[in-house]
T-cell receptor
Framework: EPEVTQTPSHQVTQMGQEVILRCVPI?????FYWYRQILGQKVEFLVS????????KSEIFDDQFSVERPDGSNFTLKIRSTKLEDSAMYFC??????????FGEGSRLTVL | AQSVTQPDIHITVSEGASLELRCNYS??????LFWYVQSPGQGLQLLLK??????LVQGIKGFEAEFKRSQSSFNLRKPSVHWSDAAEYFC??????????????FGRGTQLTVWP
């Protein structure tokens, strides 16, 4: 069964460092998303991406964040200068014609 | 304010017992409604969804959910719980106005523990 894969599963970084989280969406999907879940809080939408550009972003997705689809398979989330409050589980998702979101297993980011 | 509420943070049931997880939403128009499950170390998996039509929706793994407009609820049920159902369950919505289908608003989740 096709699935969304995310790497790394866990990353520990120092405050102020840049982090790139990687996702490989399902191959024939065209819409891509990043969500995050801070420990003990709700899963929150960050950004959606279609046709090589951001289609929607939340207020959380400020200038510190960027997304990219550098090639035909990867979809990345970059945090330019991490803050303590960026510590969270980050979920990538993709969807095709049905509109159903398929989520990856998540990347846990710990900022020290 | 628009919100999705799952009032139960943690529920414990015995294997074989019935289960109901509650979800209420507060939106002007009935949104699209979803239930997701997350097992430890796994991603979020869609159990079922409601867009329109029959208010009783069947999903995977023997789950069903009933949409009740009068109560703004979309409760998840299973008649007989299995130990493998232990997981965290998330209710989510997509507002019908002003939002793309992929932008989900989640409840805080309900952690289900199943006793043998």
């Amino acid at each position: 069964e096709p699935e969304v894969t995310q790497t790394p599963s866990h990353q520990v970084t120092q405050m102020g460092q840049e982090v790139i989280l990687r996702c490989v969406p399902i191959s024939n999907h065209l819409y891509f998303y990043w969500y995050r879940q801070i420990l003990g809080q709700k899963v929150e939408f960050l950004v959606s991406f279609y046709n090589n550009e951001i289609s929607e972003k939340s207020e959380i997705f400020d200038d510190q964040f960027s997304v990219e689809r550098p090639d035909g398979s990867n979809f990345t989330l970059k945090i330019r200068s991490t803050k303590l409050e960026d510590s969270a589980m980050y979920f990538c998702a993709s969807t095709g014609d049905t509109g159903e979101l398929f989520f990856g297993e998540g990347s846990r980011l710990t900022v020290l | 304010a628009q919100s999705v509420t799952q009032p139960d943070i943690h529920i414990t049931v015995s294997e074989g017992a019935s289960l109901e997880l509650r979800c209420n939403y507060s939106y002007g128009a009935t949104p699209y409604l979803f239930w997701y499950v997350q097992s430890p170390g796994q991603g979020l998996q869609l159990l079922l969804k409601y867009f329109s039509g029959d208010t009783l929706v069947q999903g995977i793994k023997g789950f069903e959910a009933e949409f009740k407009r009068s109560q703004s609820s979309f409760n998840l049920r299973k008649p007989s719980v299995h130990w493998s159902d232990a997981a965290e369950y998330f209710c989510a919505v997509v507002p019908k106005r002003g939002s793309t289908l992929g932008r989900l608003y989640f409840g805080r989740g309900t952690q289900l523990t199943v006793w043998p």
